[in-house]
Every structure is written in structure tokens, then in C-alpha cells.
């Protein structure tokens, strides 16, 4: 095998400290959250997903006391660094001492609420400070993740992603603080996700190996960790059952080893033309993906035909004509909100990618989609 050695920025990979597996392991949540309520009073912070706002699942689940805080998350837009930082403002005037730990159960934009949230509880300054490389310096507060949909990793990255509405880039917080303490992957909790969102978010974590297998910045761990993704992918994909128990425990898997490979490379192209795509135009991540592969024959083109099979096979739909009207202004938006991720795409097309990527070619892109 031969491997690259560039320098990804990640020379000590940190992984999740603890993870339970298996369908009803959410039964485990109340004993998890009493021991650490030991090791350190205070108040508990729960973000949940709004799908949950009617379900009463924190009351059956009995793990809610008189000072914890329950906030629902509205995932119809994703998370911006304003939204990020009103939600700090109000856990921290609700006590003067940090809490003893955030609960997170739901998918990527609710995960990643959680993480930049207990990031900025321990750190001066805002959420928009901290998008980038290593600039969270203090730890973070204790984090439990329970996904409900498996595909964008965020179980398992030590980022968070984050729209800056100021200056228009969708930027994560890179950080070991980011990572999560604790995880319970149970999928039972994807068993009513819609077979379309099912798909959709699955391919994140198919896409984020195609591009980590094909770029710059690579090593064997990180490989491995791709390699056995997209396995598990082509399985839950290519079956006549995508959402079948089976397949959904796979999936989470998937998703999971998606996002520790990600870890300790890069995304590539795809990844900021879909962040273009949310910025500009408020399409959510994972679709967006989706979205993107109607123009990525050119740059994956084994990756490219295998989706369109799965696609095919699932029978689910991808959005077309997204870019048929826009203005110039539009498309001179979506070219500034591409080119600036210089990490992902230094890594599909090395250091000369702006000359790659002219704004002609880019618009172009675009417009296929």
C-alpha cells in the first residue's frame, strides 16, 4: 500500500471515550447519567430533536430532574453560530456553576448543537471564534451522543459543523474537545426515519469515505476505517431492504467508522459544493450531497455510477434543477462559499485546485444540478 504522509493537521487521532451497541441500549442512558451526576453535581442539559417534542420519550425514559434543561431542537434549517450562541446565553444565566454533563439525541444538527454548545460553555468568547483548526483550548463539558439516524458521523468527528450567517461559510469547530464522551448507538431509533431522509443521510457517510479512499492526506487506520464503511454501505444499499433490522444496525456501524475515518483526513470535492449549497441556498447537508453527485462523474466516476445504482435500487428520489434560475449573484455566492474550503479540496486536487476549479467550471457545476 502506498500512502501519502502530507500532514492533515491531526497528529494524536482521539476517538470516542465509550460507546454501547445494540438495539434497546437507550435503556442504559439512566444508569450512564446517575454516575456521572456522582463524579459531578450539577444540572443536566438535554438536546433533543423536535421529532421528539410529542413523544414523551425522556419521561419514559425517567431521566429528567427539577433543574435539568430540556431544549428541542428545529432541524429544519441547520444550526448557525447566533442560534449556537443564544442557547450558551441561556444554559449558563439558568446557573452560575457548569453543568454536569449535555445529553444529545438526534441526528447530525442535533449532535452537533450539543458539541458546540459544551465547547463555548467552557470558553470565552463565541461560537464563530472557534470555527477552525484546534482553537477550542478548554475541555469541553461532559457529552453523551445518542444518534437517531445514522450517516453524517457526527457521533463520532471531532467537529461540528456551523453556519456563520455574517460572512456566509459553514465551518466546523475542529477539536479534540469536540469529540463526545459517551455514545449509545441503538438502532432502534431509526426505525421511523422516511425511507428518502433514511437514504439520504446514509450517503453522507458513503460519501465522506469515497472522498477520505480518494484524496492527499491518507493513512492505513484511516483507510481501513473507509474501506469497511463503504462495505457496510454497499450491503444496506444494494439490498432489496435498506431499512431491514439488519441492515439499519449496519448502517449505524457505517456511519460511525465514517466518522472516525474522517477523523484523521479529508472530505474532498463533493463536501464543499454541498456546503455552498446550504449557505446559499438553505438546502439541508445531507441532500445536498445527494445533490452534488449529479455532477460528480468527472471527479468520482467509479463512486458516481455506484450511487445512481443504489439510487435506482432504492427507488428514492434526488432533487434536480435546483440551480436552473438563479441569478448571477446567486452563482457568484455559491462559487465564493465553494473555493474557501482550501483543507478538502487541497486534498481531491492539490494545491493548485483554485486554477482546477476556475468560477467558470464551478458555475457549471452547479448548474448541472
Known sequence: MNFSNLNTGVRNVKNVGKHIFGMGSLSNLKEIIEK???????????????????????????????????????????????????????????SNVYPSLIVAIGGGCTLDVAKAVANLITNPGNAEDYQGWDLVKNPAIYKIGIPTISGTGSESTRTCVIINPINGLKLGMNSDYTVYDQLILDPELTSTVPRDQYFWTGMDAYIHCVESLQGNYRNAIGDSYSNQSIKLCREVFLSSDMQSDLNREK???????????????????????????????????????CIVMRSMENFYPIAYNEFWSMVSKQSVKIPAGICKNLTDQQFDQLYNATIIHDKPLTNALGNDYAKILTKERVIHIFQKM
Open 36 to 94: 456521572r451526576r456522582i463524579q459531578k453535581p450539577g444540572n443536566t442539559i438535554f438536546f433533543l430533536d423536535n421529532f421528539f417534542s410529542d413523544k414523551n420519550l425522556l419521561s419514559q425514559l425517567n431521566v429528567v430532574k427539577s433543574k435539568d434543561i430540556v431544549q428541542y431542537i428545529n432541524t429544519e434549517e441547520e444550526p448557525t453560530t447566533t442560534f449556537i450562541n443564544n442557547i450558551r446565553d441561556l444554559i449558563c444565566k439558568s
Open 251 to 289: 448502517l449505524m456501524t457505517a456511519s460511525f467508522l465514517g466518522g472516525c475515518a474522517i477523523g484523521s483526513s479529508y472530505v474532498g470535492v463533493i463536501h464543499p459544493f454541498s456546503a455552498a449549497l446550504s449557505v446559499v441556498l438553505g438546502i439541508h447537508h445531507c441532500v445536498a450531497n
